[in-house]
């Protein structure tokens, strides 16, 4: 029997991504972003970004099936993205599913973005090398750590399709967002997060010991390993005004430097603390904040000095896009799941 061919549809946020996959095999992964839409605004905009899905969908749609080769009549199966993420980017992603649904005649799989950015990694396909570590099956359980410009969390995944834990998540902002307004504070461009990365080259990671804020206080955390990024921004903040009030020259390099490390610190501390305190001796690195050369870097000493085995899948899998999506609902026709009823509506917050 042959596999499922599944067309992944997702616009959770600034990119409309549409993917195509047999079973575990890529075959297309077509992007668009608004990114450049949104760069002057220094955030991202959800009216600007749920109009962008709209213009770009069925050009994406069609990209993706000429690199595929496939037609849509072929299509076996349509994943969309249900949540988390901007409703109303959502919503377009969700409305374009449905529809292709009901004029194919298709089954439809709503699926969870956070769990999608983990079965990106089932994926193999032509050039397809992992970032770090080496290929090879994902084993489960794993730990499963997801940065970007909109979520920070922390996953047990113990089934892709039916058992996922949510261990932690950022109470204030995303990592991604953390570099984004530092990168704004020292004067560099938005996204933020490639200069920080690019300055701190030059810096001295241990110039400035900016706080970790490793522990939260009982009443703010709701998970055991919840994360907060907005005290350490707030320090790098103060620093950098002490110094101009000072009539001192801000040393960027090295602000950049000590901030990234303060992230990677907190974000791989926590991860490893997770898969200590579980027994599960494996980690796991998704999203847009995996680009990040000191993050990788860091999480393989430490991986390794735990004896624990990182898995970090190409960065075109890592930041987001529609092939994640598509290897999600693969699975989930693999495993014999019910379709998703036609009701359905996008949810910003949807859980795990
Ligand atoms: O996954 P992604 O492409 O989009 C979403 O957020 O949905 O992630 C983008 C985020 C931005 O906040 C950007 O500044 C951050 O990832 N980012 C990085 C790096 N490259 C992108 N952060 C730190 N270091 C990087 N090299
Ligand atoms: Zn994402």
């Not at 489960?140 to 834990?165: F, N």
Request: aromatic share 4%; charged share 20%; hydrophobic share 45%.
């Amino acid at each position: 029997e042959r596999e499922p061919l599944v067309l992944g549809i997702e616009t959770s946020c600034d990119e409309t991504g549409i993917g195509i996959v047999r079973g575990r095999t890529l075959l297309a992964n077509a992007i668009a972003s608004s990114m450049d839409e949104h760069a002057r605004f220094g955030g991202v905009i959800p009216e600007i970004a749920a109009r962008a899905h709209l213009e770009s969908m069925t050009p994406t749609i069609e990209r993706a099936l000429a690199d595929a080769g496939v037609t849509l009549d072929e299509v076996d199966a349509i994943a969309v993205t249900g949540g988390p993420g901007l409703a109303g980017a959502l919503m377009v992603g969700v409305s374009a599913a449905k529809a292709l649904a009901v004029s194919l005649d298709k089954p439809l799989y709503a699926v969870n973005h956070l769990v999608g950015h983990v079965g990106a990694d089932l994926l193999h396909g032509d050039g397809l090398r992992p970032a770090v570590g080496t290929v090879g099956e994902l084993e489960l359980p794993t730990v499963a750590l997801l940065v970007s410009g909109g979520h920070t969390s922390l996953l047990l995944v113990r089934d892709l399709v039916g058992d996922v834990e949510l261990l932690g998540e950022t109470i204030d902002d995303a990592a991604g967002e953390a570099f984004d307004k530092v990168a704004r504070l020292l004067g560099l461009p938005y996204p933020g997060g490639p200069h920080i990365d690019r300055v701190a080259a030059e810096g001295d990671t241990q110039a400035i010991r900016f706080p970790r804020g490793l522990t939260l206080p009982k009443d703010m955390a709701k998970h055991r390993y919840d994360f907060s990024f907005s005290g350490l921004k707030t320090s790098v903040a103060r620093w950098v005004e002490k110094r101009v009030a000072a009539g001192e020259d801000v040393p960027v390099a090295d602000v950049a430097a000590s901030f990234r490390e303060a992230v990677v610190d907190v974000l791989l501390t926590k991860a490893l603390a997770a898969c200590a305190d579980l027994g599960v001796p494996r980690l796991l690195l998704g999203g847009g904040v995996v680009a990040n050369a000191r993050l990788r870097e860091v999480a393989a000493e430490r991986s390794a000095a735990a004896g624990v085995e990182l898995r970090v899948p190409p960065l075109s899998l890592c930041t987001d896009n529609g092939a994640m999506i598509a290897s999600l609902g693969a699975q989930l026709v693999a495993a014999g799941h019910a379709p998703s009823s036609l009701s359905f509506g996008a949810d910003s917050t949807l859980p795990v």
